[in-house]
């Protein structure tokens, strides 16, 4: 989308050296990559003004509709939920039920956080992804958060109502910044890109 810390993730999953990465900037690229990472640094609103100006908004519907992995990052998880209430409210893509809200605090979520205050859970296959969340910190910087009322595979909730992480299916939303998490940043794309968790 041209939005976001593209740079620090290609260098993230590109240390990984088996696993081309290249950014996809035309839709024509879309169809030939076996997962995709949205990562973000940008409001919710301004991100899906972009996606619908290239006319997007299908074809990424499509690839979660595909069943290949899809990671939001930030505000590329935020606009997988139904809407966002950011910059006056605005639609989002809608594969993730759940709105995106202000924090209920006066000021951002940003630094560190303790993964283990989390309220974290999973289906069984999940166990090896939630020990390894439990066990880590993770580096946030955000004044919104996705709230949902339904379950997901994978969810770990931060000041209660709020995902720090979800998984549905191929979907992956990280409000925390993997590429910034040093190293439980890798480890995450390493469980993103390789685990046998779907």
């Not at 950014?23 to 879309?30: N, Y």
């Not at 990562?39 to 972009?50: C, D, F, I, L, Q």
């Not at 605090?105 to 289906?123: D, I, V």
């Amino acid at each position: 989308m041209g939005l976001g810390n593209i740079f620090s993730v290609f260098r993230a999953i590109n240390r990984f050296g088996s696993v081309e990465v290249i950014r996809v900037d035309c839709l024509e690229k879309l169809p030939n990559v076996e997962a995709l990472v949205l990562p973000g640094v940008s409001s919710t609103k301004k991100y899906m003004e972009r996606i619908r100006q290239r006319k997007w908004q299908g074809p990424l519907k499509l690839f979660v509709r595909s069943k290949k992995p899809i990671l939001g990052i930030c505000s590329g998880f935020q606009v997988l939920s139904d809407w966002s209430d950011e910059d006056g409210g605005c639609q989002g893509l809608g594969v993730i039920p759940g709105n995106t809200v202000k924090l209920s605090r006066e000021f951002s979520n940003t630094g560190w956080l303790e993964c283990k205050n989390f309220a974290t859970k999973g289906s069984k296959k999940m166990l090896g992804l939630e020990s390894m969340f439990t066990e880590s910190r993770a580096y946030f910087n955000h004044s919104y958060g996705v709230r949902s009322d339904h379950t997901f595979d994978f969810e770990s909730k931060f000041s209660g109502p709020y995902f720090a992480l979800l998984i549905a299916n191929n979907i992956w939303g990280a409000q925390f910044h993997p590429e910034c998490s040093q190293k439980f940043g890798h480890e995450f794309f390493r469980s993103f890109l390789f685990g046998k968790i779907f």
